[in-house]
Nanobody, 125 residues
Framework: QVQLVESGGGLVQTGDSLRLSCAFS????????MAWFRQAPGKEREFVAV????????YYADSVKGRFTISRDNARSTVVLQMNDLKPEDTAVYYC??????????????????WGRGTQVTVSS
């Protein structure tokens, strides 16, 4: 059973940076595409970023492109979302997700079975 545990969220100001981590266990991490999604209050969960199984391909939502970077360390079973130049509209609960044999084209919530519980990111103006 795959388990995903996010960490690194918090309260920051506009323009600050945060580094979210996702710890993967219960499977072979390099068989999984790994992604980050987020959900703001009253809104649907939305795609943020995805990394292919070995990390050679990544894809970002337009809203975060150029500010966020997804990376993975398969040896440590960790996926990181580096978030720079944060804006109030980035405020949300951020979720890590994993898809067995997935690819960087997997960018929809329904494509992912395994999810973490999320970590809150709040950006004040």
């Amino acid at each position: 059973q795959v388990q995903l545990v996010e960490s690194g969220g918090g309260l920051v100001q506009t323009g600050d940076s945060l580094r979210l981590s996702c710890a993967f266990s219960g499977g072979t991490v390099n068989w999984y595409a790994m992604a980050w999604f987020r959900q703001a209050p009253g809104k649907e969960r939305e795609f943020v970023a995805v990394s292919s199984k070995r990390g050679e391909t990544t894809y970002y939502a337009d809203s975060v492109k150029g500010r966020f970077t997804i990376s993975r360390d398969n040896a440590r079973s960790t996926v990181v979302l580096q978030m720079n130049d944060l804006k109030p509209e980035d405020t949300a609960v951020y979720y890590c997700a994993a898809k067995l044999w997935g690819t960087a084209y997997d960018r929809h919530t329904y494509e992912y079975r395994d999810w973490g519980r999320g970590t809150q990111v709040t950006v004040s103006s």
